[in-house]
């Protein structure tokens, strides 16, 4: 998981696998470590994830929330195929924001 601070209150992560179960029980601790320890806004990158399953979802909710409840922002970034239809058939993007380039998430900002 590579992470980039392209802007103050920032941070991107780039998910660079798959997020199903297998995956997530790696990835997770990574994700909560990453609330506790900074204060940005976290923009997920999922130009290179393919297929996401209920765990993935579930994480990925799961992190919004955490970040909800400190006044934060999730953004999903280019979201594609598999993933952006189970999303969107879940009505995610109801919730949390999809976005394809990060110039929106700072629209969005100063909306």
Known sequence: ?????????????????????????????????????HAENIILDFSSVTFIDSTGIGAIVFLFKRLT?????????KVSGQPYKLMTMLRVENAIPFIENITECENNRSA
């Open 69 to 77: 409840s400190q006044r934060r922002r999730l953004s999903l970034l």
């Open 1 to 37: 998981m590579e992470m980039l601070r392209p802007y103050d209150g920032i941070i991107i992560l780039k998910i660079a696998t798959d997020l199903d179960t297998e995956n997530v029980v790696s990835l997770q601790p990574r994700l909560e470590a990453l609330v506790d320890e």
